[in-house]
């Protein structure tokens, strides 16, 4: 009998609904529903908040759940998202509002009020984790003052949410906690200091909110029986993935020796990693801003959150507005013919956090660090992906010098795979070569953890990732040039880029 399962994918601009099955050793997909994630701005009180349209979402993936049963009724289900953004419920089960946006600006200056009761040093020998504004600690402690908080009965994470509304049980998964803040990477369980120290700068128990912790590839409850009969679902189950999108990204990596491999998860994020076996929580991991999170399998991803394509994507947003839209594979070619680091920036400078008007943020850090300031799409985007090749020629120096990690390799998986002007620059910055691909990465590792799950795949990651490469057309790009140009180029960044510390 042929078992299929659903994968749930929610990035950072669209979710999907993809159903698989394994066929001689191969993966076959389809993908069943795509839908725009577009979050929205909505007043609270004194100011508008940027929101996750849970609704919308949870829409889509009814949509695609249904049409996934139509073809071949999955055994299973699995949910992954991006991190730190968590739903509220009260003591009914109800959600409290819509998930705030981690780009939203409510975390500002929130950080030092729980360094207040924590030292940055300890947090990190506590957590591993990697210090950043909108981590889930943060914006607990932001949310304090707010009523909502104040009568939640329950914090779950997104995948987990969606999990919640499909089984009615409430658990989270370790992968994504971990991006959290109040993880422990070694016990695999929240920790307390931390979870206690974040209580006294919120004046409330957060300890309270958190549910207990499940590990990829554990069964989490069947699909309430309401909610099968109206999707089609009878007799499937919910299966914790590594609800990370990373997490289930970094499991399709098809590296063949993870200890001499780095991997890009390439989106609207960029998370620049290695596979350890354990977190590594020195004084020079700290320093660099390099975070522990979890991933499937007893593993520890061990990477830099670099910007990513979203400076890419807010410029084309912001030129479609101004009635400039630009095909995207024509952009690409232009930029290709634009003179090759001309102009780099930081791109992760937190002034390109925020939605806004990304080229126009673009050339005033250009002509602040006295570069040519980039004129049109092509020069603008050119500079974009130049920059982001620096940022993970950066960031693939600092986990292997951290780690004392030799890389051999480096592997591009997600959107950024198809990239193909920036898979030949960081193969150029970062003198490795590149493979590129699968470009459906996360859901792939999703279904896949599945089928694990479901007993099809014994061996585990190495048989999971011998499927990747059968089931993908990989592709290899080899470094040209010389890195001379690229250490120039760096030499243009603002003071302290190379740390970025947070």
Same mark, same amino acid.
């Given at each position: 009998m042929v078992h299929s399962y659903a994968a749930v994918d929610l990035g950072a601009s669209s979710g999907r609904v993809i159903a698989g099955h394994l066929d001689r050793g191969r993966l076959v997909v389809e993908e069943t529903s795509r839908f725009t994630n577009a979050p929205v701005w909505v007043l609270e009180g004194a100011r508008q908040v940027l929101q996750t349209d849970i609704l919308a979402l949870w829409s889509g993936i009814r949509a695609g759940l249904r049409a996934a049963a139509r073809t071949r009724v999955p055994i299973s289900v699995g949910v992954d998202s991006w991190g730190v953004d968590h739903g509220l419920l009260d003591a009914d089960g109800a959600l409290l509002g819509n998930p705030v946006h981690y780009r939203d600006e409510r975390t500002t200056g929130v950080p030092e009020q729980v360094f207040a009761e924590i030292t940055p040093a300890g947090h990190y020998a506590a957590t591993g984790a990697q210090v950043q504004p909108f981590n889930t600690v943060f914006q607990l402690v932001a949310a304090s003052t707010t009523c909502r908080l104040a009568t939640a009965e329950r914090m779950l994470l997104l995948p987990d949410l969606i999990g919640y509304w499909l089984t009615g049980e409430q658990v989270t998964e370790v992968t994504n906690a971990s991006t959290t803040g109040m993880l422990d990477p070694a016990t695999r369980t929240w920790s307390r200091p931390v979870i206690a120290a974040a209580s006294r700068a919120a004046g409330l128990d957060l300890g309270t909110l958190l549910a207990p912790l499940v590990e990829p590839g554990a069964v989490i409850g069947a699909v309430r029986h309401d909610v099968a009969s109206d999707l089609g679902l009878r007799g499937a189950h919910l299966v914790a993935v590594g609800s990370h999108d990373t997490a289930s990204a970094v499991v399709a990596v098809p590296m063949t020796d993870p200890n001499r491999a780095v991997y890009i998860s390439s989106g609207t994020w960029s998370l620049v990693g290695l596979e350890l076996d354990a977190p590594l929580r020195t004084e020079d991991s700290r320093a660099a801003n390099v975070t522990n999170e979890l991933?499937? &399998?007893?593993?520890?991803?061990? %990477?830099? *959150?670099? &910007? !990513? %394509?979203? $400076?890419?994507?807010?410029? $084309?947003?912001t030129w479609a507005d101004r009635g400039r839209p630009q095909d995207h594979e024509t952009l690409l070619a232009a930029a290709a013919d634009v003179p090759g680091l001309r102009t780099v920036v930081d791109a992760d400078d937190p002034v390109f956090a925020s939605p806004g008007d990304m080229p126009a943020r673009i050339a005033e850090a250009a002509a602040a660090s006295g570069q040519p300031v980039p004129e049109d799409p092509a020069t603008t985007t050119r500079c974009i992906l130049d920059s982001l090749a620096l940022a993970y020629r950066r960031a693939i120096e600092q986990v292997a010098t951290s780690s004392g990690r030799t890389i051999d390799v480096v592997h591009v998986v997600?959107? !950024?795979?198809? *990239?193909? $002007? $920036?898979?030949q620059l960081t193969a150029d910055a970062t003198g490795l070569p590149v493979i590129a691909g699968p470009i459906e990465g996360t859901a792939i590792g999703n279904l896949l953890v599945q089928a694990w799950a479901a007993g099809e795949l014994p061996g585990g990651l190495a048989q999971i990732r011998e499927v990747v490469a059968a089931s993908t057309d990989l592709t290899r790009w080899e470094p040209t040039g010389s890195d001379r140009a690229w250490d120039q180029a760096a030499t243009r960044l603002p003071a302290g880029a190379a740390l970025n510390e947070g």
């Open positions: 991933g499937v &399998a007893g593993t520890v991803r061990y %990477l830099r *959150n670099v &910007a !990513g %394509l979203w $400076l890419l994507q807010e410029s $084309l947003r997600g959107g !950024g795979s198809r *990239n193909t $002007l $920036l898979c």
